[in-house]
């Protein structure tokens, strides 16, 4: 089996899933998925991984407009304005899904991914987004190539914005602990004779 490109063409290191699955277990922490244009493509790539069952709550493919709304909760009004390919659509999705299935993180796909435009949005123009404890980041894609492809890529996209906000989180947390080691040595400090 030919392993699937990213939005550069290039073909990633490893699993980029194994590695956000991974970081999560180390964290102790939850995902959810919310996916329109990958239909299942991520949830399915995020399963493969041994030991994710601690990690995957679940996940919603909500390919129809409609369900975006009823079942992920995206406010009607924004999809009837701006249709279900936008940045805003994308943060509602995953901060939907990360509700909706009581997780830490929620990871999110919405775009077109061909063979025609749709509402006016060319094929490959993608949203990934990814909310967790510190907010929500969405990241636009331009993506070439087939559906296929379109499809693929933007699952490791996805993936690779979640890894890097949960190093980001990773980082901060090691900040945190540095100033509270810091402030705990230089209260012992002051408290000695």
């Known amino acids: ?3 699937e490109s990213d939005a550069s ?5 490893g699993s980029p899933a194994a590695g956000v699955v991974h970081s999560l277990a180390q964290r102790h922490e939850t995902l959810a998925t919310v996916e329109s244009l990958t239909g299942g493509l991520l949830s399915a790539g995020i399963v493969e991984i041994a030991g994710v069952s601690g990690v995957y709550r ?6 129809a407009t409609e369900l975006k709304a009823e079942l992920a909760g995206v406010p009607a009004t924004l999809l009837a304005e701006r249709g279900p390919v936008d940045p805003d659509v994308a943060v509602a999705l995953a901060e939907g899904g990360r509700r909706r299935c009581g997780a830490d993180w929620g990871l999110a ?4 991914a ?3 435009p749709q509402d006016g949005k060319p ?5 990934v987004a ?3 404890p510190g907010g929500t980041t969405v990241r636009e894609l331009g993506l070439d190539g087939g559906r296929d492809h379109v499809r693929a890529a933007a699952v490791i996209e996805a993936l690779r914005l979640l890894a890097e906000r949960i190093h980001e989180a990773d980082a901060a947390d090691a900040d945190r602990a540095a100033a509270d080691a810091t402030t705990g040595a230089a209260g012992a400090a002051v408290g000695r004779p």
Not at 9 to 13: I, K, N
Not at 58 to 63: A, I, P, R, S
């Open 130 to 132: 990814a909310a967790g």
């Open 9 to 13: 063409g290039e073909r990633p290191v």
């Open 109 to 112: 796909t919405t775009g077109v």
């Open 1 to 3: 089996m030919e392993r």
């Open 123 to 127: 094929v490959g123009l993608v949203y």
């Open 58 to 63: 679940g996940g919603l493919v909500v390919y």
């Open 114 to 116: 061909g063979p025609e």
